[in-house]
């Protein structure tokens, strides 16, 4: 499987952004790490084949993970954004839960305060 993400940039602190990531084949389960510089990869966001979603606490009523299954991508829409949401930001999709088997190339998200 192999996966393209779009979408990342520069925003002030308040703004929006949405992010985009192509399969190119049908995957239970979808989401979005992020890495920022000094830390861990940590999961921000993914959903199921089905719909159900899980968010880190951090992004809880500001991010929303969506998919689209007859396209196989996936979305990140980013609302208020913070500058601790600057970020690598880095799709992955598979059969387990959290998706972490393929990985895309991560896109930078920069929030400036």
């Known amino acids: 499987v192999q996966l393209q993400a779009s979408g990342g940039g520069l925003v002030q602190a308040g703004g929006s952004l949405r992010l985009s990531c192509a399969a190119s084949?049908?995957?239970?389960?979808m989401g979005w790490y992020r890495q920022a510089p000094g830390k861990q990869r940590e999961l921000v966001a993914a959903?199921?084949?089905?719909?159900?979603?899980n968010y880190a606490d951090s992004v809880k009523g500001r991010f929303t993970v969506s998919r689209d299954n007859a396209k196989n991508t996936v979305y990140l829409q980013m609302n208020s954004l913070k500058p601790e949401d600057t970020a690598v930001y880095y799709c992955?999709?598979?059969?387990?839960?959290?998706?972490?088997?393929?990985w895309g190339k991560g896109t930078l998200v920069t929030v400036s305060s």
């Open positions: 992955a999709v598979g059969s387990r839960w959290p998706p972490r088997d393929y």
């Open positions: 084949g049908r995957t239970y389960a």
């Open positions: 959903v199921r084949s089905g719909g159900s979603t």
